[in-house]
């Protein structure tokens, strides 16, 4: 063997070592990139393009909830059914603003384009401008510090999987991302909302002969993506602080989640997200902390390139 | 109340408050984290003097700007298009003027020559330096980026790598990097232009490569991660780069023929003609290209991709040329930033300049050499003198909300630039009438 060699083989102790760890850890993470993921790939879905502002969306739903946790909790220490009511109260605060801003987005800086029939750059350079503007603006009026969000629950181990441990932080991530995926993954596949979603994304101008409402489908579609981005906005919070900044890196890896999985497809946004943060979470073990961001990228590049549909496939307008 | 709102006049006033309001909290004083309302609470309540002439609440002033931004666009959508009729009429004959060739050379002449004398005029060294630096570099920037949205339409967010590049490779042929200069030999900083140069076309072509096989959307973004990668790089490599310190031992352009020897300090205005002289070499070259049978096949590729294969263009092939084009004067912009400042460090190479840079393109015109320089100019000015004398309240970081707020703005209502270029111009009205094949959103399939 190798130097080479020998360099893998040292890492591959590390991963054993480490591999139950950085499994939940993975997955955690995992899950928070399958939420922001499922709002670019709603978007695409039924608009052909990347939202780049969805990194701000999930912004706004961090600090919304922390300043509403901020106000409640203060420096006490909740526990049980406090505990239970708090983090569905952060979840619905960071989903509403964020909602709100995912609209209004789509009012601002989507809507004025779509009635011009603008070519597909202009989109691209007005969203990143309305991304641009509002994490400045963030920036400007809520410091530019990095704000822990004060915890809703006691971060203790919960239990013990192979010696890693499991905590509270990650049983929580875990029943919010089941339950949100679970409920959206029924709304579109058989509420009258989810049909109009799927029948915009298939063909948009027979859908509105056969009476959907474009406009109002679009929105809705911004506005579900929202609502996950806000919680997952929270939830990484919760672990990681909030500040002008925090959509950055977390939105360009749930989009590579997104295309990952395949992008318009809703499933394929959950399996993205969960394989990137658990593929990204090994890598730990192989490359210098300051290049993990680098892994997630040089994944996104590899699927462009050699599987540009996913694993799942490109599913624009069918069910889930 | 839904038919009260939608009523014309209404709507518009609506619309003018919440523009304004936003507009007031962009001026407005900062918050913190400490008082997060005080920025909000700061924007509309706090009294203020505006320009010495009156002081009043903040609110009132924007309450009062919105009433009258709604009127005049109630009365622009009536009385509108007499105006613009008015103005066209009025405008007609410069109009043709400026068609005529001789006018145009003389015009862009007589502006060549008042930059030559600029630095004589402005004799203050913070202008001075800020014309190499701010200025002149930016427009080298802009004008290759044009080269990569403008002519070939590629969204690149991450044009600041190329910048990079230049800057490392200067210091790196010097002799002021941990790695050491190629052969032992540190040179003079004139010769790294052309290495630098050439080494950033390669880079380009090595990015381009794999990159630009992909859709427009896709290439914005992992372009974006290009340019976040080669911080990172430049950030942890200490024993490539310098790290996150980089280097300050950078020597200063030097000329030593016989018995002349002249070394150019940190004084502009040497580092100024310098750069003029290259924009306007690159000038040259890139409107020559754009007339060129290159161009065509950019503006064909543009257009319709699939059209411009058929007709035996490889697309490929002139994207990643564009790709290498645009990155050449990047790279230069990247020899004059190290040799003057005579250091180089990740932090000035992150993507806030990027957007910066293509702030300067979309706002001047995509794909007009003209409207390039002309809108780097104007914002690179506009921005500097905000940092040089900030009025209440601004931080130095706003510029990207104003940047970002421009960005959308111009894509709303002038989609083709402050001087559009002609082409471009009428291929967006092609797109928005429904013809040809740039490709839209939300039209069901387009072949």
Known sequence: ?320 | MKAFVKRPFVSHLLTSIGAMAIFELMTGPPGSSTTPTAGFTGSFGERASFFGLFATYRFVVFLALAVIVSGVWTLWQSRGSVIKHGVNTGLARPRAAWQLKPVRTGFFLALFIFALFLPHLETDPYWQSVMVEEIAVYVLLALGLNVVVGFAGLLDLGFVAFYAVGAYVTAWVTGALPTPAPFGIHLNAFFAIPIAIALVMIFGVLIGLPTLRLRGDYLAIVTLGFGEIVTIFANNQYGITGGSEGTNAIPHFSIHLWFIHYVWGLAPVPYYYLTLAFVVVFIIVFSLLEHSRVGRAWTAIREDEVAAESIGINPLKYKVMAFAIGAASAGFAGVVTAGQTIFVNPQSFTLPVSINILALVIFGGMGSIAGVVVGAVLIQTVSMYLLHSPPAGYQSSDLYIYLGAALVLMMIFRPAGLIPSRRRRREIGMAEAGEGHMDEVLTGDTP
């Open chain 1, 1 to 320: 063997m190798g130097a080479f060699g020998h360099y893998l083989s040292a890492h591959f102790a590390t991963l054993r070592l480490e591999f139950w760890g950085l499994l939940v850890g993975g997955l955690a993470n995992g899950f928070i990139y399958a939420m922001v993921a499922i709002g670019y790939t709603l978007v695409y879905g039924v608009l052909r393009l990347i939202n780049f502002a969805h990194s701000e969306i999930f912004m706004s739903g961090g600090f919304a909830s922390y300043f509403v946790m901020k106000a409640i909790i203060g420096t006490s220490v909740p526990s049980g059914l406090a505990s239970v009511g708090l983090v569905i109260l952060g979840i619905l605060v960071g989903g509403t603003a964020s909602a709100g801003m995912a609209l209004l987005l789509e009012r601002v800086a989507y809507r004025p384009l779509r009635k011009r029939h603008a070519p597909k750059l202009a989109y691209l350079i007005s969203a990143i401008g309305a991304s641009y503007f509002l994490f400045n603006l963030a920036g400007k009026e809520f410091g530019r510090y990095n704000l822990s969000i004060p915890s809703p629950y006691i971060n203790h181990t919960v239990f013990t999987i192979f010696g890693a441990n499991v905590q509270m932080y990650y049983i929580v991530i875990l029943i919010a991302g089941v339950i949100m995926f679970v409920t959206l993954d029924r709304i579109v596949a058989k509420t009258k909302l989810g049909r109009s979603i799927r029948a915009v994304a298939q063909d948009a101008e027979t859908a509105s002969l056969m009476g959907v409402n474009i406009d109002r489908t679009i929105a809705l579609t911004f506005i579900i993506g929202g609502i996950f981005g806000g919680a997952g906005g929270f939830l990484f919070g919760l672990g990681s602080g909030v500040v002008y900044t925090m959509g950055f890196t977390p939105a360009l890896k749930a989009f590579t989640a997104a295309v990952l999985g395949g992008i318009g497809n809703l499933r394929g946004a959950v399996i993205g997200g969960l394989i990137l943060g658990v593929a990204e979470s090994f890598s730990i073990a192989f490359v210098q902390a300051a290049f993990i961001d680098v892994v997630a990228f040089a994944i996104l590049l590899l699927i462009l390139l050699f599987r540009p549909t996913g694993i799942l496939g490109e599913r624009l307008g069918r069910s889930a």
